[in-house]
């Protein structure tokens, strides 16, 4: 066929491949075997590229990448509450030690749990990047971001779970008109944990907390 000859010549002549790119201005123009040949080397290089830029499909996550999951379904806890004092009192009684210390004595956990929690003293840096130890060594971690009398960040974790699991726990604090609103979220702990955290932090943290500012 003397208009597909032309077209190798010409697919010769730019180092191409007979499957390459054609030349549809030839003479012959866009039949049915020229647009199956476009339409395959459209495709094959389309998967080329998806792959080349991240794209995935099933087989080769499976055979390159391992097992991989997104979650949809992690639990995360959201929490306000409002305290009679000022947002500078209640940052200095969640980041200093001493007046921390009156909170565990009051909490929850203390009370059902006495020395089992442990008997380490409570322990609070006053930088960011500075560790903190709480209930007697149970709970511990490191402070993210530390903005005094507005917001706390931090790498939190009960001292059972899996090693190098840590969660994020973030206090902000705004003023709620003679007195101040905490607003807390906590996320990446370990799923199935939520009810039982949630109710440990109105226990260990808020109801005592609230106490101490009185």
């Known amino acids: 066929m003397p208009a597909l000859e032309g077209e190798e010549t010409h697919q010769r002549r730019k180092g191409m491949s007979g499957r390459g790119e054609l030349d549809l201005q030839n003479r012959g123009g866009l039949n049915r075997r020229n647009f199956s040949i476009l339409l395959g080397s459209f495709v094959s290089a389309f998967v080329f590229n998806d792959r080349a830029f991240g794209g995935s499909n099933r087989r080769s996550t499976v055979t390159s990448a ?47 749990a006495g020395e089992a929690l442990g008997n380490k003293p409570t322990q609070i840096a006053r930088e960011a990047g500075g560790v903190f130890t709480l209930f007697g060594g149970h709970i511990v971690g490191r402070h993210l971001e530390l903005v005094p009398g507005e917001r706390i960040v931090q790498a939190w974790r009960v001292v059972d779970w899996e090693p190098g699991v840590y ?24 799923n199935g944990r939520g009810a039982h955290l949630a109710a440990g932090w109105k226990g260990n943290y808020w109801e005592p907390l609230a106490k101490v500012l009185t």
Do not use: N
């Open 167 to 190: 969660s994020i726990a973030r206090f902000q604090l705004v003023d709620e008109g003679s007195g101040t609103k905490l607003t807390f979220d906590h996320t990446g702990f370990p």
């Open 66 to 112: 391992g097992e991989e999951e997104i979650s949809h379904s992690c639990e995360t806890i959201h929490q306000t509450v409002a305290f009679k004092a000022s947002r500078k009192r209640v940052y200095e009684a969640l980041t200093d030690e001493k007046q921390f210390d009156k909170v565990v004595k009051l909490s929850m956990a203390v009370k059902q």
